[in-house]
């Protein structure tokens, strides 16, 4: 009976409030909270740095701790105490977990707005260090890796100094593959758009076409990834492959002259290839050497060589028309037609290069022999007199 009496009135003394049944705060958190409601942030913080080594799963020590941190501009321990502070389940974490949030939030838009303005006007390393506060104050939000990536891809492709472009182009990558873990729904194309690009960039092709082929597979009329991959399979040497690349994005964009051009330079190099072999087996011919069987490829050769020059010369003209003032579609154009000897047909070109260049001497060179071809004689001797009196001879 003696026993259940005491225990009874254990149990009314706790009732009363006269008996503390919850833990007693440790000496140092005590210390700890005395001083930091004082204002005295340093010896708070020293306090809560050693209960939170007697008392690990202390989460409002490590709260606490994360709010001296951004009192003093630390924001990446300011970021590390709040996620130590949030992995501990206890009776605080939802009440944490929003008090966070806010602050997060808070710092991360106004470091956020304030990179814009830098990123604007072309100030790249101060935005990329504005963007970095975003990202340390919360690493959740993609934007900020977003535009930091964006604003590293900015200052390579700026960038004087070759260890500046190859330094900033690493951290472009990193940045938009982790925009890209972040993402996984593929609302983000941009960032991977400019993984892409920044592969090409590096000339790091076997990463940039996975990465590419990635891009059309959420986006398959993407124009600019599809010419990508046909300039890379280009200079890869995989010609048939880019023909067939250029062709899908010349469907979706028929009138653009960048694609016509680096099409029509497809077809020129490949007529430029056939050549050589021409040339080798006319060399042979010459000197009585040819076999049958080259005497019979040679005719075949003749044939593809006038095909993709003819090719190359439908891609130019069109580029040229587009573009209007476009001098290198205009050369490019004047060579293939002169590479199946169409002198006459370089006439008009030829006059074009020259009133967008007049003191292109090589332009007059070229338009005289023209001229002669076509029997011009007096226009023939005019360019050649201008050709002349610009190159010196």
Do not use: C
Request: hydrophobic share 40%; no cysteine.
């Amino acid at each position: 009976m003696r026993i259940k009496s005491l225990k009874l009135a254990i149990i009314i003394l706790a009732m009363m409030g006269l008996i503390n049944t919850a833990p007693a705060k440790s000496v140092e958190m005590r210390s700890a909270e005395i001083y930091f409601s004082q204002g005295d942030n340093h010896k708070a913080m020293e306090f809560f740095q050693k209960e939170v080594a007697q008392n690990p799963d202390n989460s409002k020590a490590y709260f606490n701790m994360g709010q001296i941190y951004r009192e003093w501009s630390e924001y990446a321990k300011m970021s590390e105490m709040f996620d130590k502070s949030l992995a501990i389940k206890d009776k605080y974490k939802d009440k944490y977990l929003v008090e966070i949030a806010e602050i997060r939030d808070e710092l991360w838009i106004q470091f956020f707005n304030a990179a814009v303005q830098p990123f604007n006007e072309g100030d790249f390393p101060n935005a990329i260090n504005k963007f970095s506060l975003a990202v340390t104050v919360d690493p959740q939000k993609i934007d900020g890796w977003n535009q930091r990536g964006k604003s590293y891809l900015q200052l390579a492709i700026t960038a004087d100094s070759d260890s500046v472009k190859q330094a900033a182009f690493k951290s472009a990558i990193e940045n938009f593959k982790k925009v890209i873990e972040l993402d996984p729904k593929n609302e983000y194309l941009d960032a991977r758009i400019n993984l892409a690009l920044v592969y090409y960039e590096l000339e790091d092709y076997d990463n940039a076409v996975p990465a590419l082929q990635t891009i059309l597979k959420s986006d398959p009329e993407n124009a600019d990834a599809i010419s990508k991959l046909a300039l890379i399979y280009q200079l890869k040497g995989q010609s048939e492959k880019a023909i067939a690349e250029y062709n899908k994005a010349l469907k979706i964009k028929p009138d653009s002259p960048n694609l016509l051009f680096n099409l029509g330079v497809l077809y020129f190099q490949m007529g430029e290839d056939i050549q050589k072999s021409v040339a080798e087996i006319e060399a042979l011919k010459a000197e009585n050497k040819a076999g049958q069987e080259q005497l019979n490829k040679l005719e075949s050769l003749q044939k593809k060589k006038e095909d993709l020059y003819s090719k190359a010369i439908n891609s130019f003209q069109k580029a040229a028309e587009l573009a209007g003032d476009d001098v290198d579609a205009l050369w490019n154009l004047v060579n293939s037609l002169w590479r199946i000897e169409r002198y006459t047909q370089t006439i008009p070109h030829l006059e074009k290069i020259t009133e967008f260049q007049p003191d292109d001497a090589n332009a007059w060179q070229f338009l005289s022999i023209a001229y002669t071809k076509n029997g011009d004689f007096e226009n023939g001797r005019a360019a050649f007199l201008k050709y002349k009196e610009l190159s010196g001879k």
